[in-house]
């Protein structure tokens, strides 16, 4: 069983920085696919970023060229470095990790909030 606890998250003035950790007990995330989902107030779910276990990355349009995501498997850890956030950057930061359809984990949620 694969637990995940995120931590990193905060208060942050716009065009602050913020990084996100992912730590897993009860597995070796290194066999999985990692990802950090969002949930804004009133919105769904959406996908952040995420890398896969041979290092390739996916980002969602609105967060390219400002956050990185990586993973550091010695450490069985993820991170998303966030950089130049913005007020509708915030949200409920979710750490995922994937296996196949049927073996999927989740966080439980760190906040962010990036206001003045």
């Known amino acids: 069983q694969v637990q995940l606890v995120e931590s990193g998250g905060g208060l942050v003035q716009p065009g602050g920085s913020l990084t996100l950790s992912c730590a897993s007990s009860?597995?070796?995330?290194?066999?999985?696919?990692m990802g950090w989902y969002r949930q804004a107030p009133g919105k769904q779910r959406e996908l952040v970023a995420q890398?896969?276990?041979?290092?390739?990355?996916v980002y969602t349009d609105s967060v390219r060229g400002r956050f990185t995501i990586s993973r550091d498997n010695a450490k069985n850890t993820v991170y998303l470095q966030m950089n130049s956030l913005k007020p509708e950057d915030t949200a409920i930061y979710y750490c995922?990790?994937?296996?196949?359809?049927?073996?999927?984990?989740w966080g439980q949620g760190t906040q962010v909030t990036v206001s003045s």
């Open positions: 890398i896969t276990t041979t290092y390739n990355t």
């Open positions: 995922s990790a994937l296996r196949t359809i049927s073996e999927r984990y």
């Open positions: 009860g597995g070796i995330l290194r066999i999985y696919v």
